[in-house]
């Protein structure tokens, strides 16, 4: 971290093993409901180019739970439909008193030129294909909630890895701690070059394959609209990588099932597996919360 990013999180992959398990160890100890106000005085602006349920109502419920005031700014609405660019879009936050910066964005290192050019920490909330931290960090935790270890856990990745960047920031952290991660989808989802994300990652083109005896089964979403412009048709899609309850018990028995969400029902997993009890969906989506505290605590210097 150089001194013009202190205290940002940008992504996962220069990160330690040490640093990722101390944002988990501080996010334990968070409490949404009995939280002590740590960052009262302190402003959060939320900055989303991008639409987001989960990310911005989290890192928002995080930050006044803490006891900082929140700011959200979206890009439909504000003076970046009249062509701001992103750096005077930043200057102008930091001008009216942001002391940290939550920033979702369609471009891969939006958020690194935030916090190359504003004196604050920031956060990247989503960069284009590139990472999703903060999901990885709650997806890690979420894991850990069930599991005594990463280590050698088997994990199953199914779905549209290329375009995603929440796979990309968790191929990254399970990678660190020795999980076996196998990727599976279709070549234009998933192509051969997603091996060179990490060392040992496993690629395969039938669900059947990849879920089997598997620890972890994450489920991506897939869009309808990129699956036009494939040679896989939409039913194909379905019948080879759609998580089913049958594809899913091939999993271990004490298996969980992730989706980062949104999750389209009927196309990347049935409704049956989005509600079974092996989902952890929910689960992941309230760990959210705990996880984003400690981020924006950390980031001001006031985890502790
Ligand atoms: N997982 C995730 O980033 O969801 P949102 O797009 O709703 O924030």
């Known amino acids: 971290m150089t001194k013009a990013t202190r205290g940002s999180l940008l992504s996962?992959?220069?990160?330690?093993?040490?640093?990722?398990?101390?944002?988990?160890?501080?996010?334990?100890?968070?409490?949404?409901?009995?939280?002590?106000?740590?960052?009262?005085?302190?402003?959060?602006l939320l900055l989303f180019y991008e639409p987001s349920t989960?990310?911005?109502s989290s890192f928002e419920i995080a930050a006044q739970s803490l006891g900082a005031m929140t700011t959200l700014v979206l890009s439909s609405g504000s003076s970046i439909e009249k062509g701001e660019s992103l750096l005077d879009t930043g200057y102008t936050l930091r001008a009216v008193g942001a002391d940290v910066l939550v920033i979702r964005h369609p471009h891969a290192g939006a958020p690194?030129?935030?916090?190359?050019?504003?004196?604050?920490?920031?956060?990247?909330?989503?960069?284009?294909?590139?990472?999703?931290?903060?999901?990885a960090l709650l997806d890690a935790y979420t894991i850990l909630q069930h599991k005594k270890t990463l280590k050698g856990l088997q994990v199953a990745i199914v779905g549209d890895i290329y375009h995603s960047r929440v796979a990309r920031s968790a191929i990254h952290l399970l990678s660190k701690f020795g999980a076996r991660i196998t990727l599976c989808g279709p070549p234009e989802l998933v192509p051969e070059l997603a091996a060179n994300l990490a060392?040992?990652?496993?690629?395969?083109?039938?669900?059947?394959?990849a879920v089997h005896g598997a620890d972890v089964v994450t489920v991506l979403r897939v869009q309808k609209e990129r699956?036009?412009?494939?040679?896989?048709?939409?039913?194909?899609?379905?019948?080879r990588y759609q998580?089913?309850?049958?594809?899913?018990?091939?999993?271990?028995?004490?298996?969980?099932?992730?989706?980062?969400?949104p999750i389209i029902r009927g196309l990347e997993l049935t409704s049956e597996v989005a509600d079974c009890p092996q989902s952890a969906i929910v689960e992941e989506v309230r760990?959210?919360?705990?996880?984003r505290m400690a981020i924006l605590a950390k980031a001001l210097g006031k985890a502790g």
Do not use: C, F, W
């Not at 998580?243 to 969400?261: E, F, V």
């Not at 760990?287 to 996880?291: D, L, R």
């Open 54 to 56: 989960r990310t911005r």
């Open 199 to 209: 060392s040992g990652l496993q690629i395969t083109r039938t669900a059947e394959e």
């Open 287 to 291: 760990n959210g919360v705990p996880v």
């Open 12 to 44: 996962i992959e220069p990160l330690g093993a040490a640093e990722i398990l101390g944002l988990l160890s501080i996010a334990r100890r968070m409490n949404p409901l009995k939280a002590r106000p740590l960052l009262r005085g302190r402003r959060v």
């Open 112 to 135: 690194l030129l935030m916090a190359k050019h504003l004196d604050i920490p920031v956060i990247n909330a989503g960069d284009g294909m590139h990472e999703h931290p903060s999901q």
């Open 227 to 239: 699956l036009a412009g494939m040679k896989i048709s939409l039913q194909d899609y379905i019948a």
């Open 243 to 261: 998580i089913t309850i049958a594809r899913l018990k091939l999993a271990k028995r004490d298996a969980i099932l992730m989706h980062p969400g």
